[in-house]
């Protein structure tokens, strides 16, 4: 990517793995898209894999690795001997912690922090969490941090955004899923899934959406000769949307991925495959934007009862996902910035 000159410069962090997944990676890859053409963009990570720094590559100008064997709150000391000052430094990642947010504070021009759990006193300019129903009662700190909560702030991208801005939801005639787990799966939850959807749907076409980071290809070997089983490695956002278009019913945890599934307002069927996403699935239900079953490794009986119910009762669902995901997260995300770098 070209290196503009003049812009100005955001820098963004955030880790990835099989191991805790790629979410905040990609998360901070979408605001590159959102944001590209007002900043020049850095991205700096620890350890990841060549095929992930790639993708970083096609949204960013810049990308550079960190030292993975240094204390967190080292690291940060050390990196920020490298800024000017003028920099808008972003942090995702639930390792970036007070302390290390108190390294960079004062010697950046902002600090952003992203945030979905809530549990971190933070030491920044802004914090974005857009989690829904998050209220800035529940958020410690500073006096002066500013607060963008909710699905208005929703870091998605781009092609996700546009599309709820026209979105609606026509259910096929042909019952049809869409499964998609995330980027790593460490537990493997999409083989739990397509099993029980196997059993009590066995003429139903399974959409299985596979992240770059899935390591349990050999599980799904014997499922090749299943006509009505299609499995998706890596597709890109606008595959993505042709799919979700297509089908009758996603299952997702409620990451980030849930999100783009709800831009698109279908019916979704939703849970947790880390623990981090239990609060999550748990304020979909309470807003009535999708049903959540608990540990989608073990929902079994849960998951089916979900599906029954949504065939004639989406409707409702299909509205409140509306009422949330607008698109107008697009605009209000650039207007924080451009208000940042002033």
């Not at 009590?200 to 076409?205: I, K, L, V």
């Not at 009535?288 to 979900?306: K, M, P, R, W, Y």
């Not at 924080?336 to 002033?342: E, N, R, T």
Request: aromatic share 10%.
């Amino acid at each position: 990517m070209a290196i503009e000159l003049n812009k100005p410069l955001l820098v963004l962090r955030a880790d990835g793995s099989e191991l805790i997944g790629l979410g905040h990676i990609y998360r901070c890859i979408a605001l590159a898209d959102i944001l590209h053409d007002l900043f020049e963009v850095h991205f700096y990570s620890r350890l990841i894999t060549a095929t992930v720094s790639s993708e970083i590559l096609r949204y960013c100008d810049r990308y550079f690795e960190l030292p993975s064997n240094v204390d967190y709150v080292d690291e940060a000391r050390l990196w920020v001997n490298g800024f000017s000052g003028s920099e808008i430094v972003v942090l995702d990642g639930y390792q970036f912690t007070n302390a290390y947010q108190s390294e960079l504070y004062t010697k950046v021009k902002k600090l952003i922090c992203i945030d979905d759990i809530n549990v971190e006193d933070f030491c920044a300019d802004g914090v974005i969490n857009h989690v829904i129903g998050t209220s800035n009662v529940e958020m410690k700190r500073l006096n002066s941090t500013q607060l963008f909560l909710g699905a208005d702030f929703a870091i998605l991208r781009k092609q996700f955004l546009l599309a709820a801005l026209e979105s609606r939801y026509q259910p096929p005639a042909h019952k049809t899923f869409f499964v998609a787990m995330g980027g790593a799966d460490l537990h493997n939850a999409t083989l739990s899934i397509l099993m029980t959807l196997l059993v009590s749907y066995p003429s139903a076409t399974c959409h299985i959406v596979l992240g770059k980071a899935y390591s349990h290809r050999n599980t799904l070997d014997s499922f090749g000769n299943f006509q009505n089983i299609q499995f998706h490695v890596g597709i890109e956002a606008d595959e993505l949307i042709k799919l979700l278009g297509s089908s009758s019913l996603a299952i997702c945890p409620a990451s980030t991925i849930s999100y783009e599934v709800m831009c698109l307002n279908i019916p979704l069927v939703t849970g947790y495959i880390s623990d981090t996403q239990k609060h999550v699935a748990v304020k979909y239900q309470d807003y009535g934007i999708a049903l959540n079953v608990g540990s989608l490794l073990s929902a079994d009986t849960a998951l089916i009862n979900a599906i029954n119910y949504l065939e004639c009762n989406f409707h409702e669902m299909v509205q409140a996902q509306k009422r949330f995901f607008h698109g107008q997260s697009l605009s209000n995300l650039r207007s924080i910035f451009k208000s940042m770098a002033a």
